[in-house]
């Protein structure tokens, strides 16, 4: 069983750029979910995708996006990057809405550098 | 305010002895409530997760978590901690009729073991 992958692992950006950061979900899941890790904090939720469309969204502007494609795995865009969006990235995924298990298997996340 | 409290931010103990992680959580009603482990260079790893029923919960890796209405916590313990605990420790709340996979995690407890 192939887990959760997430690529690239670490990279660096400057304010004002873009960015596009990729994840694979485990086998058999549909249901992936981003989440942002800054440093010393907890992961906050970002957004969510089931079966392609976003189903629920934390509290993020409209500059972090999302796609997921049909093989389930799942892009997470942000644009004109901040300072303040250096952070670990995180993606999970999950067998459906997991009927609120919260059972999520995550990745090792993506860490990027905003300088 | 919702909110998910971790106390401590650092706990250092010695190989062997007996650990306890505070978590306490301010909800309307009560939520569903996870442990995860973030150990460095991984992801999170699910150890226990309550839902409902018995108040004292098992899971991996010899931790349990007591489940406790009237004070809104949800600590968890281990009873001999191994050199391999060594990591960070998030308590997550799920709550009801959240979106499925929305948790909203407390800002973490990092576990130092002593030998």
């Known amino acids: 069983e192939t887990g959760v992958t997430q690529s690239p692992t670490h990279l660096i950006k400057t304010r004002g750029q873009q960015v596009t950061l990729r994840c694979s979900s485990q086998?058999?899941?549909?249901?992936v979910s981003w989440y942002q890790q800054a440093l010393g904090q907890g992961p906050q939720f970002i957004f969510q995708?089931?079966?392609?469309?976003?189903?629920g969204r934390g509290n993020f502007p409209p500059r972090f996006s999302g796609l997921q494609f049909p093989n389930y795995s799942s892009e997470l865009n942000v644009n004109a990057l901040e300072l303040d969006d250096s952070a670990l990235y995180l993606c999970?995924?999950?067998?459906?809405?997991?009927?609120?298990?919260?059972?999520?298997?995550f990745g090792e996340g993506s860490r990027l550098t905003v300088l | 305010a919702q909110s998910v409290t971790q106390p401590d931010i650092h706990i250092t103990v010695s190989e062997g002895a007996s650990l306890e992680l505070r978590c306490n959580y301010s909800?309307?009603?009560?939520?569903?409530l996870f442990w995860y482990v973030q150990s460095p260079g991984q992801g999170l790893q699910l150890l226990l997760k309550?839902?409902?029923?018995?108040?004292l919960v098992q899971g991996i890796k010899g931790f349990e978590a007591e489940f406790k209405r009237s004070q809104s916590s949800f600590n968890l313990r281990k009873p001999s901690v191994h050199w391999s605990d060594a990591a960070e420790y998030f308590c997550?709340?799920?709550?009801?009729?959240?979106?499925?996979?929305?948790?909203?995690f407390g800002g973490g407890t990092r576990v130092l073991v002593k030998p």
């Open positions: 309550y839902f409902s029923g018995d108040t």
């Open positions: 997550a709340v799920l709550p009801l009729g959240a979106a499925g996979n929305k948790l909203t």
């Open positions: 995708y089931y079966r392609e469309e976003e189903n």
């Open positions: 909800y309307g009603a009560t939520p569903y």
């Open positions: 999970a995924s999950s067998s459906g809405l997991a009927g609120n298990t919260g059972e999520l298997f």
């Open positions: 086998s058999g899941h549909n249901t």
